[in-house]
């Protein structure tokens, strides 16, 4: 389905305390990357109006933090329904300012959504534990909510990545502050709007917008116990710094150069189309995006296959835009310069036409580089955008040594049929995610979601069972009534 922009400029102010407020430090413009038009303009808070909105969402944390999860999940429960029967306007909105397509906004919403039903099993599942310890003593696990915690996302996913956490935090009994990405604030006000309709208290979810000033003012603030992030490695490893530096719990998601490993005994087909849709799907602007093929001996017929999927592919229709034209461009000279130094451009997307309609937008069709060399930029850095570099190797010793020495460490992925050959890859990849068979492969709930290296600073993973530590505090209970006769040591 054609992505609907908005005719008319979006206003996206702050939300503070339950309400819509006007930033009084400026306005930013959002632009459409299909049209590079203005669909937003969002307004950016004063000091003071951050400093209010936390003490806010101080004063309703106490409340919320009091309420029982059950009655806590009855407000999620609300939120999820309003989110599905709203997804299509949704998909619309954040498609239209991040650049995706209709169809991938609303896998993203999807994708939430299953954070959001983890988030209700909680009530079910995260009962606690307790225990007689010796005669008379009792004890327990009990969560405790942290307080007021703090999220900043980046603009690729204005609504999947921002859901991997609202749903935990507050579920926990948070007060949840959101910095979105300048570029795509848009989808907050109907995120922000759902979770009001669904019943949740005033002064629990705040949104402010900006850039660093206004996360450095959100880390520093004493109100926020913990800061989530998601974002570039630059920036993630920066936050990062800033908020461990002053005694406060962080999580920060960066970068990635996901690599895969092609053996000759893979199906051709399924490599044909999950390796294709990896490095092309949401233009390549995803972290568990493929960038780099580790093609091991001769798979010419499996590459054959990637390159008829991905030039089958339609712009507008079946992939999406860049977020801005300094990244098209950013793009254009990164293939030129790697063409200029030995790789060959199998399919070239610098050519590829802008869609009818759509020609003012920031458009790349899907490019695939042979015989990049190991080491070079094509190989070494995050492009983010539907670029695929395909590496020659000799044997999967190779191809593993290669992939080792990303300082990246998010995803990789092995094609094959051998489940011997597959095991090399779980074990050897440097990456906190791995797929077997599979060219994006995101964890689905329970499981969490998580890298290792220069892609996640911090302890524990953003969501599933191992984000649960991370917005709470376990407190550990010991209890005893009664002085018993044959008590011991430890009674
Ligand atoms: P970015 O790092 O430019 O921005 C992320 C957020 O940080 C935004 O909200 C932005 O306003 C804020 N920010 C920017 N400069 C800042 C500064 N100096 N101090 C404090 N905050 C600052 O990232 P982006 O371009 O929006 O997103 C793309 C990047 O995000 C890619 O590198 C991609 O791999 C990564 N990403 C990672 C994951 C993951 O799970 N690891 C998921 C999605 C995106």
Redesign the pocket.
């Known amino acids: 389905m054609t992505v609907m922009i908005p005719e008319t400029v979006i206003s996206c102010p702050n939300f503070i305390n339950g309400a819509w407020v006007n930033g009084t430090e400026g306005h930013l413009a959002v632009v459409s990357p299909y049209s590079n038009q203005k669909i937003g303009d969002v307004s950016l808070p004063s000091s003071h109006q951050i400093q209010e909105a936390l003490r806010s969402a101080q004063l309703a944390q106490a409340d919320w933090g009091r309420t029982p999860l059950k009655e806590r999940a009855r407000v999620l429960f609300n939120f999820r329904n309003i989110l599905l029967r709203d997804i299509d306007r949704i998909a619309h909105l954040k498609a239209s300012e991040s650049g995706k397509t209709f169809e991938e906004g609303k896998a993203g919403l999807m994708k939430g959504i299953e954070v959001l039903e983890y988030a209700l099993s909680l009530q079910n599942s995260d009962t606690g534990g307790k225990l007689e310890v010796s005669r008379g003593v009792f004890c327990e696990y009990r969560r405790m909510p942290l307080g007021v915690v703090a999220n900043?996302?980046?603009?690729?996913?204005p609504a999947m990545?921002p859901l991997w956490t609202i749903p935990i935090a507050l579920g926990l009994g948070n007060a949840y502050v959101w910095?979105?990405?300048?570029?795509t604030p848009l989808t907050s006000i109907e995120i922000v709007n759902a979770l009001g309709e669904a019943g949740l208290p005033k002064g629990l979810m705040t949104v402010l917008h900006g850039?660093?000033e206004t996360?450095?003012q959100i880390i520093e603030a004493p109100e926020v116990r913990a800061i989530g992030?998601?974002?570039?490695?630059?920036?993630?490893r920066?936050?990062y710094t800033k908020a461990t530096a002053l005694g406060k719990r962080a999580l920060c998601?960066?970068?990635?150069k996901n690599h895969i490993v092609l053996l000759p005994d893979a199906t051709p087909e399924l490599a044909g189309v999950g390796i294709s849709d990896s490095f092309t799907g949401c233009a390549g602007?995803?972290?568990m995006a493929a960038s780099v093929l580790l093609a091991v001996g001769t798979v010419d017929a499996h590459i054959g296959k990637i390159i008829e999927r991905a030039s089958s592919l339609q712009l507008g229709k079946d992939m999406g835009a860049l977020i801005t034209r300094a990244q098209r461009d950013f793009l254009v000279e990164a293939i030129t310069r790697a063409e200029k130094s030995g790789a060959k451009v199998l399919l070239d997307g610098r050519r590829a036409k802008a869609p009818e309609g759509f020609e003012g937008g920031n458009w790349l069709g899907p490019t695939i580089l042979d015989h990049v060399e190991p080491g070079s930029e094509a190989q070494t850095t995050?492009l983010?955008g539907p670029v695929l570099s395909i590496v020659r190797c000799k044997d999967i010793t190779h191809a593993l040594s290669i992939q080792n020495t990303s300082e990246y460490g998010?995803a990789c992925s092995v094609f094959t049929n051998s489940g011997a050959l597959a095991e090399r890859v779980i074990a050897g990849a440097k990456a906190g995610m791995v797929g077997v068979n599979v060219g994006v492969p995101v964890p689905r709930e329970p499981f969490s979601?998580g890298?290792v290296a220069a892609?996640?600073f911090g302890h524990g993973d953003?969501t599933g069972e191992h984000a649960l530590d991370f917005w709470s505090d376990v407190r550990k209970i010991t209890v005893k009534w009664e002085k018993q006769n044959d008590s011991n040591w430890m009674s």
């Open positions: 900043i996302t980046p603009f690729n996913f990545v910095k979105p990405s300048e570029k850039g660093s996360v450095n992030f998601v974002g570039s490695t630059k920036i993630a920066l936050v998601l960066g970068g990635a602007q995803r972290c995050e983010f998010n979601f890298g892609s996640k953003i």
